[in-house]
């Protein structure tokens, strides 16, 4: 049975000047009940008239809504490096109706928020608006988004400043270390193998970007989100600037690409920085993505094992040993591949310890059950954590663009709970032994030369 704590809580009375007043006991624990169910609120979806899905959320009571624009496409299908992050980028620097300068002149005005982003296989327009500025605010939004001109002055600005960016991370060598483990894993020709280097920010041109928003930032290739206190009148204003007409060249069609991971057969792969202060240690292998059916049993092993402050990794590695400040492991889920990840940075005459360590917490999954105390403690804390993630508005829109961007149905929160209660340490077990393999992981160290790393 899993319980969480829940504040039913004990009373006792405090006698002030006057009346009576009631307070709480905090000497006095509360009480743990059980959850029974785990619902989020779902959107409520139409199709505009151009195709475009619109899913509305309506929930809160501050007058703000937060509007996203969700465009398949990304790293996933560029034809050359940096060319799906600066397409999104520079959509904010000139458009044929409005200069850059004017446009973050007017959303400072109106005091809105904008966020441009683009991950493996999505581009993302994110807008933070008061209501009584939305339609002013979505006017220079769709400029934005139907017409850009990808100015070669601001893109060379624009490059120059990430150049710097890129170059300042490159050397950090937590940065190093999760570049290399997907290089080892995927190989270099693969989209999830493949990093930018420091040229390629300066061979990158306006007719890049046009091209690869000529195939992608289109009406039938995209969805919208609305989220907070919408009113009929937003909804007008999102289907009268985006969802009346077609926009984008509606003739190009996706077209679903495949890759085949090229591993390296190094089982440890170590990158010399002279002057790093300390080590960074990845450990890593392929694992299972979110469409598998023990997906969600496996997340609740690896927050045991790695996933959370309490964990088996933390426990050992930090609290007892004393050999880093803290240790993690995740499973990192991608087009058509999920990957497990342990990652940690320490003294560089600690690594080898680190990972003999990692490998001992395996092998006791494996060999011996976990305790129902323990496994309750996992559980009480995800069943926590998925309460507080969806608590207002707009967690609830990253939610479901979660859903949809991961190719998921609307049932996925409710299988994670029903995972999370169910799961027995028999289980855990049985996930340990084919899941956590020793032999699957391979061991990326960047840092300084020391006999406890190399």
Avoid at 119 to 129: H, I, Q
Avoid at 150 to 179: A, C
Avoid at 189 to 206: S, T
Wanted: aromatic share 12%; glycine share 6%; hydrophobic share 35%.
């Amino acid at each position: 049975m899993i319980l969480v704590r829940t504040w039913r809580e004990p009373k006792c009375f405090y006698r002030g000047e006057g009346n009576d007043m009631e307070i709480l006991d905090r000497t006095v624990a509360p009480e743990i009940r059980q959850i029974e169910h785990f619902t989020i609120d779902t959107p409520v979806c139409h199709r505009m008239r151009n195709g475009i899905p619109l899913h509305i959320i309506q929930a809160g009571d501050e007058d703000v809504v937060r509007f996203d624009l969700l465009i398949k496409g990304g790293q996933w299908e560029q034809t050359r490096p940096l060319q799906a992050m600066f397409t999104n980028r520079m959509l904010r620097e000139g458009t044929y109706t409005f200069t850059s300068a004017q446009i973050a002149e007017k959303l400072d005005y109106y005091g809105s928020w904008l966020d441009l982003s683009s991950s493996v296989n999505y581009g993302f327009v994110t807008l933070y608006s008061l209501n009584k500025y939305f339609s002013q605010t979505l006017e220079i939004l769709a400029s934005m988004v139907k017409e850009p001109v990808f100015p070669e002055k601001e893109l060379s600005v624009v490059t120059e400043s990430n150049k710097l960016q890129f170059l300042v991370n490159s050397e950090k060598v937590e940065v190093i270390t999760r570049k290399q483990l997907n290089r080892s894993l995927f190989g270099e020709a693969h989209p999830l193998g493949k990093y930018a280097k420091a040229e390629d920010y300066d061979n990158i041109h306006g007719c890049d970007l046009k091209e690869f928003y000529h195939r992608f930032y289109r009406s039938n290739n995209a969805s919208i989100y609305i989220s907070g206190k919408v009113t009929s009148e937003i909804i007008s204003c999102i289907e009268r600037l985006f969802g009346n007409e077609e926009w984008g060249d509606v003739s190009m069609k996706g077209e679903q690409l495949f890759f085949t991971p090229q591993p390296d057969s190094r089982k440890r792969v170590f990158i010399e920085r002279e002057n790093a202060m300390q080590s960074s240690l990845k450990m890593g292998g392929f694992s299972i993505n979110r469409q598998h059916s023990d997906y969600h049993k496996l997340r609740v092993l690896i927050t045991l094992f790695g996933g959370y402050f309490g964990s088996r990794l933390m426990s050992n590695i930090r609290e007892e040993k004393g050999y880093t400040y803290g240790i993690g492991a995740n499973l990192v889920c991608y087009p058509e591949e999920g990957v497990l990840v342990i990652s940690t940075e320490a003294a560089n005459e600690y690594i080898n310890q680190i990972i003999e360590e990692v490998y001992k917490e395996i092998d006791i999954l494996a060999l011996e059950k976990v305790s129902d105390e323990e496994l309750n403690m996992v559980k009480n804390y995800m069943l926590g954590d998925m309460c507080r993630s969806y608590e207002n508005a707009f967690s609830l829109s990253e939610a479901w663009i979660f859903i949809e961007t991961s190719g998921l149905d609307n049932c996925y929160f409710e299988e994670s709970l029903n995972a999370i209660r169910s799961i027995t340490p028999l289980e855990i077990q049985a996930l340990a032994q084919e899941y956590l393999r020793k032999e699957d992981l391979i061991e990326i160290i960047a840092g300084k030369k020391s006999a406890g790393n190399i």
